[in-house]
């Protein structure tokens, strides 16, 4: 079954708006997102497609989201925390910077989120699985426009589109 996006609330995060990489978490709190699936962008870039996973509880609304903007290199005035989580979307920055030269910035990164809280049919199937399917759709059309993944999703078993390699990559008419 294909996720109708026009079902969806759609919810944007300008990270230039925030102080603080936890107000993200505050954001979802507010808006009682607790099933989504999320994009990444940097200025017209798509750096990554995400969904929430199923560990989801009330009092940690929005964290995966948090702690991987929060590794977002520039543009914070905090470090993120000793923890493993979230590093993965600092290697994705660090890709991105080795591909362009250009150092990723919370300043000119929106997270959009895709709210499924409330997504009909949600409550008879596993919840997961419809963040999941979101993200899949969203990589497949970025896959059918440029012939890859985003740089964020080079690795993703979420789907069944194949992986490709850097040099692929580098051609896929990314902008900068």
């Known amino acids: 079954m294909a996720i109708n996006k026009q079902k969806l609330k759609i919810h944007t ?5 925030l102080s603080k990489p ?5 954001y979802f709190k507010t808006n009682k997102i607790e099933v989504y699936a999320y994009t990444f962008s940097f200025g017209k870039n798509i ?3 995400g969904y929430s996973s199923k560990a989801w509880r009330k009092n940690s609304l929005g964290e995966r989201v ?3 903007a929060h590794n977002i290199p520039l543009g914070w005035n905090s470090k993120p925390g000793r923890s493993s989580s979230g590093k993965d979307f600092k290697e994705v920055c660090d890709d991105f910077e080795n591909m362009y030269g250009i150092k990723v910035d919370k300043n ?6 895709y709210d499924m809280t409330q997504y009909p049919g949600i ?13 899949a759709m969203l990589i497949d059309e970025y896959v059918n426009v440029y012939g890859c993944r ?22 896929s008419g990314f902008d900068v």
Do not use: C
Not at 123 to 135: F, G, K, L, T, W
Not at 150 to 171: A, F, H, Q, Y
């Open 13 to 17: 995060i300008n990270l230039s708006t």
């Open 22 to 26: 936890v107000e993200i978490q505050h």
């Open 47 to 49: 750096l990554k497609h």
């Open 66 to 68: 948090y702690r991987q």
């Open 108 to 113: 000119q990164t929106i997270i959009t989120v």
């Open 123 to 135: 409550s008879i199937r596993d919840p997961e699985s419809y963040a999941r399917e979101m993200e």
């Open 150 to 171: 985003p740089i964020g999703n080079l690795r993703s078993e979420t789907n069944n589109v194949p992986e490709v390699d850097d040099d692929r990559w580098k051609d």
